[in-house]
């Protein structure tokens, strides 16, 4: 008859001690996080991504009492940057912050029969944080004191008014094409390597109108230096009350919002992105968060994973006809 063999004190011994070692080691496991985390912000400072981006590192900081330190990689309209964090491992240690130019680049790149180097499908959606209208702007000493004026003047010298913009088919870019698309106009686009370096060409009188988040462009047009002509939302916003909508001027089919969002690689474990996200929704109800928001006037929009990514949908369908509508952009 077969016996089974006995299991002698030594085996007994290694046995347990094995199983012990690795509950021992399970146990004291360090919690996520348990070292720096680091927030790629993929466009250069002083940009919508780039404010809201420092905002949520301090509220992240206060929950997971480790930092969370920006890193800035800026360049080929956010690409460089969303690269960075889609190869990089996905544990949880470098997430990505930034708008949609996670769609935008590369409907781009297949408009121009390239194979995209980064994709939204890279990435995994955790949280919306803000969706705000873009608002168009001139310098505070311009002839035009209403968007209907800007028309007029575009109308009568096309190509001859300059605008910037954060680089082609950017978040600053589709938007004023949809502008002009709808008022048929044209306007000379001069792209700049983001959001701030375009808003300093304005400023300083190299091009002669750009657009923008009302909580960036907001201090400039309160103190003289910028008028706001139109807005892109579908009601006012709030930080600009007597600007008028691109859609309550007629042009229905003007609607565009500068969103920033947290990704993570699309390769992270879902467990560990439950708990990202669960923490993304403690700090974004940080007082301190929501009141520095408040203040940037850029009330939080909160959406968690699953509600973004219907969000995101719906926002990637908008900007693939308007790119198609736009056609190849040199």
Do not use: C
């Amino acid at each position: 008859m077969h016996t089974q063999p006995s299991l002698t004190r030594r085996d007994f011994t290694i046995a347990t001690g094995l199983t012990l070692g690795s509950g021992l080691s399970w146990a004291q496991a360090a919690p996520y996080p348990n070292k720096t985390v680091s927030l790629v912000v993929p466009f250069p400072p002083g940009g919508a991504v780039d404010q809201a981006g420092r905002a949520i590192s301090q509220a992240l900081f206060k929950v997971w009492k480790q930092p969370v330190v920006i890193n800035t990689k800026a360049g080929a309209g956010g690409a460089i940057g969303m690269s960075t964090v889609a190869n990089a491992a996905a544990d949880g240690y470098t997430l990505l912050a930034t708008h949609p130019s996670i769609i935008a680049v590369p409907e781009a790149e297949r408009l121009f029969g390239r194979t995209p180097s980064v994709d939204r499908s890279n990435f995994l959606p955790l949280a919306l944080m803000v969706a705000d209208p873009l608002v168009l702007v001139v310098k505070a000493d311009s002839p035009w004191k209403t968007y209907e004026e800007f028309i007029a003047d575009a109308k009568k010298r096309p190509d001859s008014i300059a605008y910037s913009s954060s680089g082609a088919y950017s978040a600053v870019h589709l938007p004023i094409e949809m502008l002009t698309h709808a008022a048929g106009i044209k306007l000379r686009h001069i792209p700049y390597a983001g959001g701030g370096p375009a808003l300093t060409a304005v400023l300083g009188g190299v091009v002669a109108a750009t657009a923008g988040a009302p909580a960036v462009l907001a201090p400039q047009i309160k103190a003289g230096e910028l008028r706001a002509l139109v807005t892109t939302g579908v009601k006012r916003h709030a930080l600009l009350p007597d600007i008028p909508t691109a859609i309550e001027l007629g042009f229905k089919d003007v609607e565009f919002y500068l969103w920033v969002g947290l990704f993570a690689s699309i390769k992270t474990d879902e467990a560990l992105a439950q708990t990202i996200r669960r923490d993304i929704g403690r700090a974004i109800q940080e007082p301190e968060f929501v009141q520095l928001m408040n203040k940037l006037g850029a009330p939080v929009d909160y959406r968690d994973g699953p509600a973004f990514t219907a969000f995101l949908d719906k926002d990637e369908e908008r900007i693939k006809a308007a790119i198609k509508r736009i056609g190849k952009v040199d």
